[in-house]
């Protein structure tokens, strides 16, 4: 199952969503970083967890496929 991480930089906020809610904002990348984060597509909920862990473990983590 593919996830989307949702990737806050301002915020410090780490989202995982099950599709991509992009906006398209000016300052997020979709499967890039800009300045004020992006959207990575991942293949599976374990990898964007390794990814939050290895990179981002201040940010505030918020799993959206569980709820």
């Known amino acids: 199952m593919a996830v989307w991480v ?10 995982i ?3 991509n809610r992009s906006r ?3 300052y997020k990348g979709i499967n890039k970083l800009l300045r004020d984060g ?3 597509k991942f293949t599976s909920k374990e990898e964007a967890y390794r990814l939050y862990k290895s990179e ?11 709820h």
């Open 56 to 66: 981002y473990p201040t940010y505030q983590l918020v799993d959206y496929i569980e």
């Open 24 to 26: 398209t904002p000016k």
């Open 38 to 40: 992006g959207w990575l």
């Open 6 to 15: 949702n990737i806050d930089i301002p915020t410090k906020h780490f989202g």
């Open 17 to 19: 969503h099950s599709e």
